[in-house]
């Protein structure tokens, strides 16, 4: 009989229900040797894990030892208790996009996009904003509905929200890569605090994204969105796009009638 | 049904797109011919021997940079580097290592000397650019006897194995680069630190910090060579070492590169014009400089058409590709190259998940083959449809692996399981050569035990592709490629012949008064 699945203990599957298997693999900076076997074994059960089992053990150059490994984890989470904040947007297609916002918006959506600080990897800014995409979806530049500028890496946050102003951007897409000793959640906070300064904190659409970025951190960081390693570029612009219609719900606003100027600096 | 070891690829159509490829060269050459960039001025001052750098406003701010500033200063360009620098000599008697310590130690200004007799300053810059040239020759024949000496895995009929380290540190980059050629890489490629093409300066020293990469210096790159040359003795296998030659400073590396001994460079104006905007008549000039030290000092270039299919569906791309190679090739020809030293680029970037897209990838890559017989193919692994599924990642590798063996392509970049989510671990890089270990030794010869069929659906792949090739050719043709850039003919990008990092550095010259006698050294057909 099959064992019941108990979402209050919820732990991997391997091929019985409950039995925490999980794969991994690492390499340690030693020569593959049966010591290095012993002590690949001690980090594993270290970590918590039981029934370890050294599946592969081979030598990589010179003094570097790889490991492929199945061990068991016995410890749980209650699934009942495990609370995300979803994203839900419709998936539509960049043709619809285009074509919601040539009906409805009646102007490109302006998007100003940056990497702040001294973060110098634009991987993720560029798989969302520059034409050729991610994993063939492409980016938000190749859409017509979209005005794009893509700041690049290394950007102060004051020039962002500089450009952002000048541009009169609907949205400000950030993203943060490094995240060694949290500076993305630093750098994600400096942008709302010194928008919050310059009586911006309404102005735009705030996204941010990286991997270590999730929407829930999003969210309690006073952006409208966040985004992680697998968000598609069609994602980011199906949220933005949803937000502005919500805006244009609420106030009646896109530019071809909009004659009150928002409270800040314009 | 006929089978043949080859596809039935029309030998008048391919003619026939060499011949417009060559038309459309026609307008680069124009170019090259009455333009220069400061760029290539720097590049010059470079071969003269002006490699050292100076403290200015809290950067190390390379020699050649400040003293094409300083012609630019006083409106010297025109004559080009060397003359100044010959007439500077000339006036002072320095060589040019003091020339260089005064300009770095008591801010001597070659833009302010006064104007020495013209004839003899041109005889002394053809002999100073004469000794620059031998020396570029000399260090040649310096790699080729290594190659000699040791086993050159070119001599395998296989494709070589090429592997990226990209730590930002480049001690550990060694590090990363000794495993993999104990593992059995053929070439290393040290991925650059991210944006350095958009930097109009050659950083210097050794560095430890880069993001996504290591930044590209004369003292990483020997660092580097150094490490794989020891390694080599050691294996007693010739291992090549790789860069990037595009952006601002794309002839200034080749120069380094050559200085250095690097095997092969990234080398594609397009890709900076397309991918990275940079203004397309600075590139195009600078790649032209940058191909002619490649070809004298027996440096691969490598294409970067590849690209094209990552921003488009790769499916339907293929005749923009084929154009573009035909253009790069027309390009190397003009620089002296031969076609041995053409990695003429492409990739397997397909969606996996298309029905018969194996068939396709093997029509696309066989084509290629044939089409560039002589010509060492650059074939790149598919990395746009890889999510962070390092399974299936590694499976899309293997077929990758398989195809570049079955069509015999020249240099495999070898996917990595974890691309999409990092730079490769030690790990990662290790499967990735074992999976290319295990393919190519086992499928050694393959293409010599199978044929195509004639009427088949590879061989009509093909034939499309080439149909379409020719037709996309003839429209650049008619409109003249920097046209085309703007309409988006590549791509899908639009670039225009006023935009793009680096205008501001191109210049026009007049051939009578402009001076670059390593034009003709090294074999220049423009």
């Known amino acids: ?266 | 049904m006929a089978y043949s070891a080859t596809l039935p690829l029309s030998t008048r159509k391919i003619a026939r797109c060499r011949e417009i490829a060559r038309s459309i060269g026609g307008e680069v050459a124009e170019l090259v011919e009455s333009h220069s960039t400061v760029g290539t001025e720097r590049a010059v001052l470079r071969l003269l021997g002006f490699n050292d750098a100076l403290q200015w406003e809290g950067l190390l701010f390379p020699t050649s940079n400040f003293l094409v500033d300083q012609l630019k200063a006083s409106e010297r360009l025109n004559e080009g580097a060397l003359f100044w620098v010959a007439n500077a000599l000339l006036s002072t008697g320095l060589g040019i290592s003091e020339l260089e310590q005064r300009t770095i130690k008591e801010g001597f200004d070659i833009g302010k000397v006064a104007p020495f007799d013209k004839s003899k300053v041109a005889k002394l810059a053809n002999q100073l650019a004469k000794d620059s040239f031998r020396k570029l020759v000399q260090y040649r024949k310096t790699r080729s006897g290594l190659k000699r000496k040791l086993h050159d895995p070119v001599s395998e009929k296989r494709p070589l194995k090429y592997v990226i380290v990209a730590t930002g540190n480049i001690f550990e980059d060694v590090t990363q680069a000794r495993a993999a050629v104990m593992d059995g890489a053929d070439a290393i490629a040290v991925i650059r630190s991210t944006a350095q093409s958009l930097l109009d300066y050659v950083p210097q020293g050794t560095t430890t910090e880069g993001f996504g990469g290591t930044y590209a210096t004369q003292a990483n790159f020997r660092l580097m060579r150094q490490a794989l040359d020891e390694l080599g003795q050691e294996q007693n296998r010739y291992i090549r070492l790789t860069n990037y030659c595009s952006g601002l400073c794309m002839s200034e590396i080749a120069v380094l590169a050559a200085l250095e001994g690097l095997d092969f460079l990234l080398n594609d104006a397009m890709y900076g014009i397309l991918f990275r905007d940079i203004n397309p008549r600075r590139t195009l000039i600078d790649q032209h400089f940058s191909r002619l030290i490649c070809g004298v000092s027996d440096i691969w270039i490598m294409t970067g058409e590849d690209n094209y299919m990552k921003t488009t569906d790769a499916k339907e791309s293929g005749d923009q590709v084929l154009a573009s190679q035909f253009i790069n090739e027309v390009a190397a020809l003009n620089a002296g190259m031969t076609h041995e030293q053409m990695s003429i680029g492409h990739a397997m970037e397909m969606d996996p998940s298309y029905k018969k897209v194996i068939l396709y990838e093997i029509a696309r890559a066989q084509m290629t083959r044939q089409i560039f017989p002589k010509c060492p193919l650059k074939y790149m692994c598919n990395t746009k449809y890889k999510t962070g599924d390092i399974f299936t990642s590694h499976a899309v590798d293997t077929v990758f692996n398989f195809i570049g063996s079955f069509t015999q392509q020249g240099v495999l970049l070898l996917g990595m399981p974890t691309e999409a989510v990092h730079t490769p671990f030690l790990q990662d890089r290790s499967l990735s050569i074992r999976n290319a270990n295990y393919i190519l030794n086992g499928s050694l010869g393959i293409s010599n035990e199978f044929g195509y069929r004639s009427d088949g659906e590879i061989s009509r792949f093909a034939q499309k592709v080439l149909d379409d090739a020719l037709k996309l050719l003839e429209k650049i043709d008619g409109m003249g490629l920097l046209k085309s850039i703007e309409k988006r003919y590549f791509a899908d990008v639009s670039r225009t012949v006023e935009g793009g990092k680096g205008a501001a550095g191109v210049f026009p010259v007049e051939r009578k008064n402009y001076l670059n006698p390593f034009f003709e050294l090294m074999g220049s057909k423009i």
């Open chain 1, 1 to 266: 009989m099959k064992a019941e699945l108990d979402l209050k203990s919820l732990k991997p599957y391997g091929d019985t229900t409950g039995d925490g298997s999980v794969q991994m693999s690492f390499t340690l900076p030693v020569e593959p040797t049966p010591k290095a076997r012993e002590a690949a074994t001690l980090i594993v059960r270290e970590w918590g894990f039981t029934d370890i089992k050294i599946a592969h053990m081979s030598k990589i150059g010179e003094n570097y030892a790889f490991f492929v490994v199945f061990a068991r984890c016995g410890k749980s989470i209650d699934y009942t208790k495990v609370h995300v904040p979803e994203l839900s947007t419709e998936k539509r297609t960049y043709k619809e996009i285009d074509q919601i916002i040539v009906v409805k918006i009646k102007r490109p959506i302006r998007l100003v996009g940056a990497c702040t600080g001294y973060d110098a990897h634009t991987v993720g800014l560029d798989a969302i904003l520059n034409m050729k995409g991610f994993d063939g979806d492409i980016g938000l530049e190749r859409y017509r509905g979209f005005r794009v500028v893509n700041m690049g890496s290394q950007v102060p946050t004051s020039d962002l929200i500089d450009r952002a102003v000048k541009e009169k951007a609907d949205a400000i897409l950030l993203s943060k890569i490094v995240s060694q000793k949290d500076i993305h959640v630093s750098d994600m906070r400096e942008l709302t605090g010194k928008l919050k300064k310059r009586g911006l904190e309404n102005r735009f659409i705030l996204v941010a994204g990286g991997p270590r970025v999730t929407h829930k951190l999003a969210l309690e960081l006073g952006y409208d969105a966040g985004f992680t390693i697998g968000a598609r570029p069609s994602d980011v612009a199906n949220f933005i796009l949803e937000k502005m219609l919500a805006k244009l719900d609420s106030t009646g606003d896109n530019e071809g009638t909009k004659k009150k100027k928002s409270k800040g600096e314009t």
